[in-house]
């Protein structure tokens, strides 16, 4: 048997549910976009969720997998609120309980946040009071309307008793002064039992009307509303405060892009990466906004001389420019979380010369402003390679979205291990004193890049005519450099490819080889030799604890 009244109380805890999350985007707008329950309870979730969940995440829904996270938070919340707005209707101290339960979520989430302060719970708690009021009006009187509008005539409700009204229970007492309390003598019979009736003027359509009134109004004010929060919280971004700076010139210039470093072949990766289309990896829900008026940096723990930086203070010390290939330990083989800039900043070993490292200080650990830690080792700071604390990407202040106002840059380590974002902190500790994010999770506490090459043209689905065929793509060691790459058909003998020129060894390079191609199905495979004649090995491994190792394998057929 169809019944009306549980498809009305589900609408009435959904639209509970978003009157709850509108007020409190509309409340986070004032305490910040970290405070917004769902990107504080989503934040948990990535911070909390096992290592197979997560990979499961990344691999199903690649770098989507934040908007999928929101998403699937967004409808279980649906669901959860349909289900209450369900036992809200038997009992309101059930549903108000629930969102309690909600609320506490929200304000535990909210309030571990790094750099969280008690503000921070607001959202979470109006909106939960927004909420309960919003149910509370809806369900407080009797719920028993008209059919269901979109159901098909013959599913109307026979005796037009509401499933969930209680036959013996009291009737439920009608709210008050509330929007969706039924008007005295209305729909509500005496004896807690709805009076239906399909003529379309009958006092049953009547509240019906109002209550899908109301929950059309209440959507209204909720979506203007969470729209309005989110866009003055834009507002309060630091786009403008970006766009307002004016990088000096470094005292020491990158070398300039050789000719030929770029084959220009189409599907090729560029040898400079645009801002635009550089990956982004990170753990923030919502990228975090920091005042460059505001940023300091604090460098501290085993050190002799600690020290405090200003923006300002770090613009005017000698700049240098350096284009540096990043690569990700989550990288598959084959994979584009990679990508190559040139990055403007202070050289890191300067400053640690200043702050002067204690012994045992053989860890620098990077900390972001959301609480974020990378550790490196120090040793590798200072032994002369390029390391930075970068202002600079590609001739424009840092994008926000990679690091702004300033981040770390070290080549040859992953990102994970050395390139901290929206940088806050380089403390000296030990690696056997503290573990960085990544570690108890799972992935290695050293991270040095893994010899990779990747095919680029032609691609599986290319179908390239037979005769000569451009095979072509990138290799990278960086720190190390590529000394030789090769590749092979078919499992055949390894050919050499042509290595383009580049800027350093800390950069990839574009390498071609050109394939008599033969029709029907082929495989190529590629392999690197880095400048210390290492080979790339061919053992597969995935990317966990230290970065994917095996050869890029294509599949392609000449027609
Ligand atoms: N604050 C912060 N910095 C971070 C991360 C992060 O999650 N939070 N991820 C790191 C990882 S795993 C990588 S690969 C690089 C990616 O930098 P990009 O997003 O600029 O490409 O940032 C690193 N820096
Ligand atoms: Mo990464």
Redesign the pocket.
Known sequence: MSSTTPRYAALAGVTAAAAAIGSAELVAALTGPRSSPLVAVGGLVVDTAPEPVKQLGIALFGTYDKIALLVGTALLLGGFAALLGVLAVRRLLIGLVGIGAFAALGVMAALTRAGADVADALPSLIGAAVGGLTLWAFVAGPLELDPWPWSSPGAAPAAGVGAYSEPTGPPASPAPGSAASPAPGSAASPAGRSVVSRAGGSVAADSRRRFLGGVGVVLGVAAVGGVAGRWLAGRRGVSAAREAITLPAPVSAARPVPAGADLGTPNLASYVTSNKS???????LVV?QVDPQTWRLRIHGRVRNPMTLSYADLLARPLVERYVT??????EVGGN?I?NARWLGVPIQELLDEVGPLPGADQVV?R???G???GTPTAVLRDGRDALLAVG?NGEPL?V???FPV??VVPGL???V??????TELELTSFADFDA??VPRGWSAQGPVKTQSRIDTPRPRNRPAAGPVMVAGVAWAQHRGIARVEVRVDGGPWQQAELAPTVSVDTWVQWSWRWEATPGEHTLQVRATDRTGETQTGREQGVAPDGATGWHTVTVTVT
């Open positions: 550089f990956y982004r990896i990170d753990t923030a975090p990043l690569a990700c330990v989550s990288n979380l990508g990077g972001s402003v959301d974020w830690t990378c990407m994008p979205a990679h690091g981040r770390m992953y990102g994970y050395s390139a901290c974002k929206w940088i994010y990544w």
